[in-house]
Each structure stands twice: as C-alpha cells, then as structure tokens.
C-alpha cells in the first residue's frame, strides 16, 4: 500500500534539485516557506545579502517551481514572492543517481539541511532567555542510541511522521499563544569500532 502524496509536500526529482540545491536558494525557499510572501529586499535584508542576489535566486527558484509571485501583496512595482509548498520530500535515490551532477546536488542539499537544523538549533539556544518561561520547560534536545534492522527503523520513521502530522493543524495560527515549533529528526546507523 503507499502513502497518499500531499499535495503541499513537493517530492524532489533530478531536476527539481538542481534548481534547489544552491545554499542561498535554500534559505530562500524556508525563509518564504516559514516567514510567509516577502520582496526580494525584504529578504535580502533579513538573510544579509543584496537584493540582486535574491532577485536572481528568487527568480531561479520560480523557473523550478518553488516560489510564485503573490501580487495580493504588491504595491505598485513591488514584486512579492511566496512559497509554493509548505514542504519537501527528499528521495534517496538521487544519491545513487548516474550523474555526478545529480549526485553532487544531492550531497549539497542534504549537508545544507544539517547546517540549517544546526543553525535552528544555536539560534534557538542563543535567544531561549527571551521567549516566556514556558516555552523553555516545553522544548527539548535529546537523543536515543537503540539497536534496530533497517524495517524496524523504517517502521520507527514512519511513526514519529505520523505522529507529527496529527499535530500539524491542531492550532491555528489566530490561537493565542502559539508559534511556529521547529522539529528536528534525525536517524542513522553509527558506526562502532
């Protein structure tokens, strides 16, 4: 049996991850995909690059169908941006692939996922003091070492995801008191010597 596709989780393809796969294209996409539509001033402002680089990247990301125009928030000349899906689906295959290019893609979009997620993570430590009291008591970074085959953790993955999305609407965002949570997961072999 598979899994239905949700249709705002693109699954990346060779091509798709060409277009994707540059450090800037990425910050980009999650900076529209979690901040919501913005210019590419905007942008370039609050990720410290000029607004020709995000200009062209923005544009880049469009041709491959990661971002749209959102001219609801124009004014005048302004162009807005927004993002197309609110996720992504990484296939492994694309490690595996005949081209070195799409190989190499790959490799880059994976290794700036982790450097992301370790940003998230230092930024989250840096300014936990200015969040309220309750927000501290609920986050949480810890991890598990357990002895498992590849279906039991194949199993394992498929339930933490699920468990995920039943809380993925459960508060809308008018509700007080909520926030986006960012939630890592990451789970792989290690290697024992």
Known sequence: MTEPQDPQVRSLDARSLRGLAHPLRMRLHDALRFGGPATASQLAQKLGESSGATSYHLRQLAAYGFVEDAPEHGKG???????????????DSLLDDASPEVRGAADLYLHEVATTRSRDLSTWLGNRDT???????????????LRLTPELTGELVRKMHALVDEYRDLAGEADPGTAQVRIHTDVFPLTTD
């Open 131 to 145: 969040w309220p009291q309750e927000w501290g008591r609920v986050s949480d970074m810890s991890s598990a070492t």
């Open 77 to 91: 000349r302004e162009r807005w941006w927004r993002a197309v899906h609110r996720g992504l689906r990484f296939d």
